[in-house]
């Protein structure tokens, strides 16, 4: 399984950015997904998580927000961001939800100017 995250970059406080995460080597379709990001100095914390069903979950701080979708088509998923703060700089990653361990992609750095 591999994930490929990419959208990453700087954007001024209020801005929007778009992440992507696209899926191989697996049945992306019957998968869950989900965001997570840390911040300096933070752990790691949940963002947003888009069920198989299409069901999505978020945190309280994005919600509002933030969207999370996912294209079965095209094996990716997608995090919407807008109306963006300081405080959402971080490194996004994008998780497949595995019972027998999660797999995670690399990571991209979202760096929001206020």
């Known amino acids: 399984v591999q994930l490929q995250a990419c959208g990453g970059g700087l954007v001024q406080a209020g801005g929007s950015l778009r992440l992507s995460c696209a899926a191989s080597g697996v049945t992306f379709s019957s998968r869950h997904m989900a965001w997570h990001r840390q911040a300096p100095g933070k752990q790691r914390e949940m963002v947003a998580t888009i069920y198989n069903g299409g069901t999505t979950k978020y945190a309280d701080s994005v919600k509002g927000r933030f969207t999370i979708s996912r294209d079965n088509a095209k094996n990716t998923v997608y995090l919407q961001m807008n109306n963006v703060n300081p405080e959402d700089t971080a490194v996004y990653y994008c998780?497949?939800?595995?019972?027998?361990?999660?797999?995670w992609g690399q990571g991209t750095l979202v760096t929001v100017s206020s």
């Open positions: 998780k497949m939800i595995h019972v027998r361990g999660d797999y």
